[in-house]
Each structure stands twice: as C-alpha cells, then as structure tokens.
C-alpha cells in the first residue's frame, strides 16, 4: 500500500524552528525526487523546498532558512526549517516523483502527495 505522511508541523514563535518529516510506506525514496510544498489561505500551492540523488533545490523565499535530507534508514526525508516568519504559515504537503534523478519546484510530475502538516508562525 501507498502512502506518505507528513508530521512535525504545529505553532511556533516568529523566528523559531521546526522540522517537519516525511515519512513513506510501500516503496523506496532513495531513488526518487522528494519536494516540499505548502499553500496558505487564498494562496496558490508553491514550491518550498525539493532532494534527489541529483542535488537539492530551494525556493528564493526560503534560501538559507531551510535544510533538506533523506534518511534512507528510515525511508524518510526532513525539511528544518529555521528563522521561521509569520508569511511562513502554511499547510505543507510532501509530493513524491519515483525515479527522478533531478528536482523541480513545480507541481507537474508530483504523482504522491501526502495529507499536508499545518505549520503556524505567530507574531
């Protein structure tokens, strides 16, 4: 069976942190292009934050506020987010595209999305 799951969102003070995680049942993510992305209210889903085997890629918005990585161990890929701001409040989602060698920050491709994590940044 199928599944991604996201966790680790919640409330957090402006300039804070938080890791998020993905976590994946029923196939491998070592082989595949994991993205991160998140939509606010009346907001158009964007990309956040995107690993494969072939590098990484992030947003301008996020760049050097964040850090992806896979733990291939525990088939689950983290997203640490730091210096959080309150136009970070989103709910994030973790999409998945098997046997991507190179990222993308843009929907098409994505095939697995995952249930989204709510992350809320107070002022």
């Known amino acids: 069976q199928l599944q991604i799951v996201e966790s680790g969102g919640g409330l957090v003070q402006s300039g804070g942190s938080l890791r998020l995680s993905c976590a994946a049942s029923g196939f491998t993510l070592d082989s595949s292009a994991i993205g991160w992305f998140r939509q606010a209210p009346g907001k158009e889903r964007e990309g956040v934050s995107c690993?494969?085997?072939?590098?990484?890629k992030n947003a301008d918005s996020v760049k050097g506020r964040v850090t992806v990585s896979l733990d291939n161990a525990k088939n689950t890929v983290f997203l640490q987010m730091d210096s959080l701001k309150p136009e970070d409040t989103a709910v994030y989602y973790c999409?998945?595209?098997?046997?991507?060698?190179?990222?993308?920050?843009?929907?098409?491709?994505?095939?697995?999305w995952g249930q989204g994590t709510q992350v809320t940044v107070s002022s």
């Open positions: 999409a998945v595209v098997p046997f991507r060698v190179f990222c993308v920050l843009t929907e098409s491709g994505y095939v697995y």
């Open positions: 690993i494969s085997r072939g590098g990484v």
